[in-house]
């Protein structure tokens, strides 16, 4: 009946929880420190001296359990900081990457479609100029010019300053001879 009562960890939960709730400040911590003490009071239930003083047993381990929580978590607090140190922490603004992919999109949805095809089965699909003249059905020396024009209008782009593309209008207007205008 003695060995019963000295045994008693059920009875010792309320002193843990209230100890473990003024060393951690939070109920959720306190829990956890508990849960971890009964662990190591179990694990190390060969320690404990017959005839001895459970609740300062217990309260020990939880005391050593907190403490060592404590500088587990200094440690690794001081490791990240460390790391910290190291890691470059300016990043550009997400929304000017995104400003600028959708700049870039709109100057290459601006081309005219059959340098945009070109340069889209070269750059972007990666087909050789062979390859890519002959999806097109053109000869390379066309393809080759398309993808200068292309190129060059980007590099424009990207300058500020626009290279003019040949419209419809400053191409010069075919003339039917013969027959009817209509």
Known sequence: MNDV?????????GPLRRYARSLTRDESEAEDLVQDT??????????????GNLRGWLLSILHNTFIDHRRRHVAEVRRL????TFVDTVAPPEQESRVRLQQVQAAFMSLPDEQRAALHLVAVEGLSY??????LKIPVGTLMSRL???????????????VSQP?????????IIGGSDV
């Open 167 to 175: 419209s419809q209008s400053k191409r010069p207007s075919l003339r």
């Open 38 to 51: 009964l662990v190591r009071a179990y694990e190390g239930r060969g320690s404990f001296r017959s005839g």
């Open 130 to 135: 062979q390859e890519a003249a002959n999806a």
């Open 5 to 13: 009562k000295r045994m008693d960890v059920i009875g010792m939960l």
């Open 148 to 162: 200068g024009r292309a190129r060059a209008a980007l590099r424009g782009f990207e300058s500020g300053t626009e």
């Open 81 to 84: 900081e460390q790391a910290a």
